[in-house]
């Protein structure tokens, strides 16, 4: 049996290096954030036959330097462009280009993302998060009631939200990176990212903690707490570096294949899963050792 928890020092220095790094970083130098959250324009574009790449439709558009450009297939042959440039002139200038590659398309609409609504949809993100780690919180505390001993049920609860923030800010502080030196920029799809990154996370967390209270059930007090979360950690850890990878080897593939829409998403994705996965293993569990020394030590 490995002696995971013995080590659980050496996990800390290593969580805490990279928590606290990131969180530097962030403070420093911050998300570039991309027309989502900075307001830009929106303009949609109907192609009268086959609607061309999109990464065709971005090149013929990058002659004009526009910021934040982005382009995403719709419905109908309709395509939506997204920059964060504003007058009309500009907006003449991107019909132009597209019109090079498709004499007949017809412009849709043309509509202004203001900074009113960017900062509401900024607030409403921020909420979501807080909202979504809070509920999982309860959820834990409430389903792990019957485990009150010899660590309080909330501290459960109390361990995944620690494991959980080191795997959003560690994240976050790939993409505070990812933007400072390769200009990428986080919007809609990276909360989504993110929100994935704490279900699906917490998921490992549980399975962990799940076998951790059969165990105590079944020993009592006959078996000290160290030794029984350990042993739970061993009789999960194949099926969570087993389900982990096969995540991560998707993502893989979505990063090098998937396209320019999909892959900062995916990547966001892709940190959070094997962040997820360490932190389950050998951050949240670890914690509630933690915890049980303290409280004997205060005792």
Known sequence: MMQIISKRKYFYVVSGVLTLASLAILISWGLKFGID??????????FSQNVPNNNVIADKLKELDLESLMVKAAADRTVTV?????????????????????????????????????????????????????????????AFRKVSRPVSSWKYGLGAITALA???????????IL????????????????????????????????????????????????????????????RSINTSLTVIIVLFALVIFGGESIRYFSVALLFGVTFGTYSSIYVASALLVTIYKFQIKKA
Do not use: C
């Not at 959250?37 to 109907?46: I, N, S």
């Open 166 to 176: 080191h795997d959003i800010l560690i994240t976050v502080g790939v993409f505070v």
């Open 179 to 238: 933007g400072k030196f390769f200009g990428v920029e986080v919007g809609v799809p990276f909360i989504a990212a993110l929100l994935t990154i704490l279900g699906y996370s917490v998921n490992d967390t549980i399975v962990v903690f799940d076998r951790t209270r059969e165990n105590l059930l079944r020993a009592g007090a006959k078996e000290d707490f160290e030794d029984i979360v350990n042993r739970s950690l061993n009789e999960t850890l194949a």
């Open 37 to 46: 959250f900075t307001g830009g324009t929106e303009m949609k574009v109907r």
């Open 82 to 142: 997204d920059y964060r440039n504003s007058n009309d002139q500009i907006n003449r200038d991107v019909f132009g280009k597209i019109k090079e590659l498709d004499g007949s398309a017809v412009q849709v609409s043309t509509d202004f993302i203001g900074s009113t609504v960017s900062a509401q949809l900024k607030n409403s993100a921020i909420k979501a998060l807080i909202l979504a780690i809070l509920g999982i919180a309860l959820y834990i505390a409430w």
